[in-house]
DNA sequence: GCGACATTGTTTTTT
DNA sequence: ACAATGTCGC
């Protein structure tokens, strides 16, 4: 097995080389955008196949995405030049659902337990809210379900929690309690129980840990950053003393902190894994220097860093190009044109990535490519499986596996309308309350008891009748004529024929569309182990939202969120809205440490490019309905002003000042009405709130309003003619 | 059960 | 502004 060593390591710089021959023990690979991150993981792997003669049996590899997973098999794959069987490469969710299916027993689950996703989540728990009789504007669904996630995640059970008496806690407690009771009546097991579930498994389990733990002795770990607090318990757990974590990660691109993810875990990581090794990977093979500066001096700004410098040996390349618009549709339109040129000069228009903070922005440039014929694919936004009409579906699918699911249930009872009302719905809730059963054993008892009105007891009757059918048929059709068959004989297909428009056209093409993804669904012995195919298939639209699916291949602009970006790579990339309040995000302006996370997301954004970097803003946006006037994003402040290029340089300058207010040099007015005194940047104050800084302006004469950001009382929108201001 | 009207929220997203 | 959800009356 020693024979191919030079293989592995060679095409690896000095850097890489290191980390992918380390010695068994932990280690820590600190991997700046571009530097070749991947690679090592899949190297190090093939290192440890054939240089250390370890089992492919005993290697893990954990990534976030199932995309990130595939790539990675992809490639080790390709690397060994054979299929990596044995080897466990997967998401946490996939690896825990796996875990799960294996020993449901020892997990306390039923064994054709059924993944809900968020959506599902927030219906169970509404259902409950109803059940505890709360109100829903009192105890918004929503909030409650950000509490059960967020304890999940820190691997808190309802059992563990205190009742300090405080109100609010405890009925949040009464919630968790009734969604998990719930939850375990219908069989179902949401994101994160896919990952508490499995931790407790193991930890309550001797043997089973023993067993994982002898068997794991090497465990690698993607985009290290991103773990929250139970997904990094799970892996320490596993780990235990004995099995070495290879870790790879950037603090520089943690942006996921907003849910839950700890970067805390990537920078002490040698303080809870004893001797550990650290190599950091610097060396960009992707962008321009100019490019690499310019990430670097903004980077640079953030205090909490474990410190890195990329560098690369490739050429300065042009200048970053920073254009300033008039308002939005003008930013599109400048947008346009160069991806126009870009394209008629030879240039592929799936090299271009639009990328823009939020989704929302994306319309705008949608419009005016239409317009102007540029083919365009939008990422991100609801998949193949999240769609309604395929939820829908896969809720009959899921009742045929297990009538007592009854978020399926009350899902499709009445879809498509079937003369189940909201009454009988509720009818057959009390029952199932009452009598602690699931719903469609309670509709069963309604229909014996006699107690509905002949109308409604018809109705009901037909669905449980359609219920079995589905049932009988899961049993004997192959997974893909079991969808065409729900299709028809669930009313759905007819349901979106009635509708003639394009919108109906496209949910039957997508259930047809599912009769395909089901026909194309490969079972696999190795991981799907004793489910049924049915169940198997029902987990894999759980477990993979269905991106790519129906996807048409056309040379296509790339239009994403800049979160969507990372990983990715384009050699002509456009940040657009780099404007405060966009980007940063206002909510993201006052906390400094949300904003070191903007400012890793601008990070993320410029690192994106490999030849050409375009920034654009607008002076004036449309936002929620009101104009907007914004200043520059102080992201662009941060960056060097020889490598930007000002291609319409008429408004402000990007002075960069010591607060985080930015004055425009200019001096433009913002209104060419006389009542106006103020404009942008100028520095007022006022009685009570004290100094502050003129950041937006809306509106004219006396309804004038202004949004000052004081120095002390945060940002407020004032009516110039009241609030009684004065130049400070 | 459905259409008309009102209310609400509007950062980022994977699983 | 606007879309998505919830409420109400027939």
């Not at 904003?595 to 004036?620: F, K, M, Q, S």
Request: proline residues 3%.
């Amino acid at each position: 097995m020693q024979a191919d060593v030079s293989e592995i390591l060679n095409e690896l710089n000095q850097a890489q080389r290191q980390a992918v021959s380390s010695p068994s023990g932990p280690v820590l690979v600190l991997a700046g955008a571009g530097s070749g991150k991947t690679r090592v993981l899949v190297h190090r792997i093939a290192w440890l196949i054939q240089v250390e003669g370890v089992s492919p049996y005993s290697i893990l590899a954990v990534t976030f995405t199932n995309k990130a997973a595939a790539e990675m098999r992809g490639r080790i794959e390709q690397l060994l030049d054979m299929p990596a069987t044995g080897l466990w490469v997967g998401t946490f969710h996939g690896l825990a659902h796996r875990l799960l299916r294996q020993h449901w027993q020892e997990a306390r689950l039923p064994q054709n337990f059924q993944i809900i996703d968020t959506q599902d989540q927030l219906g169970v728990i509404k259902r409950v809210h109803k059940a505890l009789d709360l109100e829903d504007s009192r105890w918004p669904p929503k909030q409650s379900m950000y509490f059960v996630n967020g304890k999940k995640d820190e691997g808190i059970r309802p059992q563990n929690m205190q009742d300090t008496g405080d109100p609010i806690t405890r009925q949040m407690i009464r919630i968790y309690t009734a969604y998990q009771s719930a939850c375990e009546r219908g069989g179902l097991v949401d994101f994160g129980e896919l990952l508490l579930r499995s931790l407790e498994t193991l930890r309550d389990n001797e043997t089973l840990l023993k067993h994982y733990r002898d068997r794991f002795s090497n465990i690698l770990v993607d985009e290290f950053q991103d773990t929250n607090t139970l997904q990094y318990s799970w892996l320490r757990l596993l780990a235990g003393n004995t099995s070495p974590i290879f870790a790879v990660g950037d603090d520089d691109q943690s942006i996921y902190g907003w849910r839950g993810a700890k970067v805390e875990h990537l920078q002490r990581f040698d303080k809870d894994f004893k001797n550990t090794q650290m190599v950091r990977l610097e060396q960009n093979y992707r962008s321009t220097s100019t490019i690499l500066n310019a990430a670097n001096a903004v980077i640079a700004n953030n205090a909490e860093r474990m410190g890195k410098n990329l560098w690369t040996d490739g050429n300065d390349g042009e200048q970053i190009q920073l254009y300033t618009a008039y308002n939005e549709q003008e930013e599109a339109r400048y947008v346009a044109e160069r991806i126009r040129q870009y394209a008629e000069s030879g240039g592929m228009r799936s090299d271009v990535a639009v990328l823009y903070r939020s989704n929302a922005q994306s319309r705008v440039f949608e419009e005016v490519f239409i317009g102007m014929r540029i083919p365009y694919k939008v990422y991100g936004g609801l998949r193949f499986f999240e769609r309604a009409e395929i939820k829908d579906a896969l809720a009959y699918m899921r009742l045929g596996s297990n009538q007592h699911d009854d978020a399926s249930f009350e899902r499709v009872v009445n879809r498509p309308t079937r003369g189940i009302g909201a009454r009988t719905v509720d009818q057959i809730r009390a029952e199932a309350r009452e009598h602690e059963l699931s719903m469609f054993a309670a509709a069963q008892r309604l229909l014996e008891h006699k107690i509905l009105t002949a109308r409604a007891a018809g109705a009901v009757r037909n669905f449980i009748e359609l219920v079995n059918d589905i049932a009988a048929a899961s049993a004997d059709l192959p997974i893909h004529e079991l969808v065409d068959h729900i299709n028809v004989v669930s009313g759905l297909l007819d349901f979106h024929g009635k509708e003639n428009n394009e919108k109906s056209q496209s949910r039957i093409d997508n259930l047809n569309e599912l009769v395909s993804a089901a026909r194309g669904f490969e079972y696999n012995e190795e991981e799907h182990g004793e489910m049924s195919l049915l169940d198997a298939f029902l987990a894999h639209a759980a477990l993979e939202s269905g991106e790519g699916q129906g996807e048409s291949w056309e040379d296509c602009v790339q239009m994403m969120s800049m979160h969507a970006a990372k990983g990715l790579e384009f050699p002509l990339v456009f940040i657009t809205g780099m404007e405060d309040g966009l980007f940063p995000h206002q909510m993201s302006i006052e906390e400094p440490g949300r904003l070191e996370e903007e400012r890793r997301l601008c990070y993320v954004g410029i690192t994106r490019a490999r030849e050409n970097l375009v920034l654009t803003l607008t002076e004036r946006r449309r936002l929620h309905g009101s104009d907007r006037y914004n200043m520059p994003s102080q992201f662009i402040g941060e960056i060097p002003k020889e490598l930007l290029h000002e291609i319409r340089p008429s408004v402000p300058s990007y002075k960069k000042q010591s607060s985080s207010s930015y004055t425009s040099s200019s001096g433009k007015n913002l209104v060419d009405d006389e009542s106006s005194e103020y404009k942008l940047g100028d520095r007022v104050f006022h009685q009570k709130f004290g100094e502050g800084t003129v950041t937006n302006y809306e509106g004219s004469g006396s309804h004038a309003r202004i949004e000052i950001n004081f120095k002390h009382a945060g940002s407020k929108w004032l009516v110039v003619a009241y609030a009684k201001l004065e130049r400070a």
